[in-house]
């Protein structure tokens, strides 16, 4: 597999423990701590983050939006703009600093804690209308369980109509079992390499961006990632009451048609 947006981005993890295959040593917190300090750099441009609040301020107009891994607050910043509440859970600190400073005039209520244990507290007295996962988060989660865990507690939350809207990588096909070594950026003085790794049986894939300064220590930045097919998505968004609305290929409201690299999929909590 080789490094790619869904690689690069997919990035997170959660609870690693009882996750056989998934790097030793991983754990829920792991991705921000790795990425917190170059984040912003590395991934600004992923996606139309203008388009993103807009399609969220049109599919569901009023109440509160919640965030699932808010991080640096690169989507709930487009969302806060245009007015409205949003209320954003992150298990990094470092992630959660990092959105300390980019969000300067305080308009996101960022709440540490875990997506699937703490969404209830977090959004505890809220109309919440929209929950958004950006950006492949509900892959950072690394067993079928806690995925279901997440749509289950996702619709608890929802207010009835509410939307669930899912941005995830389509998933290779789980007879590659490769391992992908290359150059994300390269100058005279720095290097950064892209390790990775995919056990297709497991739908685990994981790896390291390995950075080298020169004159200076090296540095590990490592994600690793539990995916799903769009059918296992649309199964677990079924299981926890939520009706697929519409499935999208960007954020400008393009139909998805297979073959895609990416897709948005909104679920709807019937009334
Ligand atoms: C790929 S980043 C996406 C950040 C942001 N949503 C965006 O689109 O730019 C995934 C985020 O999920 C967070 N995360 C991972 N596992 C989590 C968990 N179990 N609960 C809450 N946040 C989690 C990470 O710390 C990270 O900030």
Partial sequence: MQPSRRDDAASSHSAAA???????????????????????????????????AALVDGRAPVGAVCELGVGTGRVALAITARGRRVIGIDVSAEMLEQLAVNDTGRTIVAVRGDMVDDLGSATHGEHITAVVAAYNT?????????????????????????????????????????????????????????????????????????????????????????????AEIDQMATDAGLVLESRLADWDGSTFTPGADNHISIYRRPT
């Fill in 18 to 52: 009882g996750d056989a295959r998934t790097m030793a040593g991983y754990s829920a917190d792991t991705y921000g701590r790795a990425f917190a300090d170059v984040y912003d750099d590395w991934y600004h441009d992923l996606s139309d983050v203008d388009a993103l």
């Fill in 138 to 230: 509900v892959f950072n989660l690394h067993t079928e369980s806690r995925q279901r865990a997440l749509f289950a507690s996702v619709a608890s939350v929802l207010a009835p109509d509410g939307i669930f809207i899912v941005e995830a990588a389509v998933p290779p096909s789980d007879d590659d079992h490769g391992t992908t070594v290359g150059v994300r950026s390269m100058t005279t003085e720095r290097v950064v390499l892209s390790v990775a790794r995919h056990h297709g049986d497991d739908h685990i894939a994981e790896g390291h961006f390995i950075e080298f300064t020169d004159g200076d220590r090296v540095r590990l930045r490592p994600w690793s990632i539990r995916y799903l097919t769009i």
